[in-house]
């Protein structure tokens, strides 16, 4: 399978997930208005060209294609290493295609 048909196929499925479970698209950031305290985000819109948008920016930015050519623990090991903090504004699930060394093969995480 092409990379091309591949992140097609990928970007469907994970768009669709996130209708059927929204919290895959929950982030928080800190509230700037009050000291120690959260904002819980979850973004979409009543208008249906808005709400494409909003749902392509979100795909966009929790698919991540990984080019390197890595055994599953080694994948493993990068992605647990990757966290963030609960003030970053950072999507709290993201998915992960990572190539194997078969051709035309990958880990989805």
Known sequence: MSRAKLMELTKTAWIRTRFDAPWIAHRASRDPLLPNSWIQ?????SNPQRVIEVVRFWAKKTIL?????????????????????????HFDVELHLGKVDTAGSYFIM
């Open 41 to 45: 985000l979850y973004e979409t819109a």
């Open 65 to 89: 294609w990984r080019d390197e050519i890595r055994s599953l623990a080694e994948w493993e090991e990068i992605i647990k290493n990757g966290y963030w903090k609960p003030s970053d504004n």
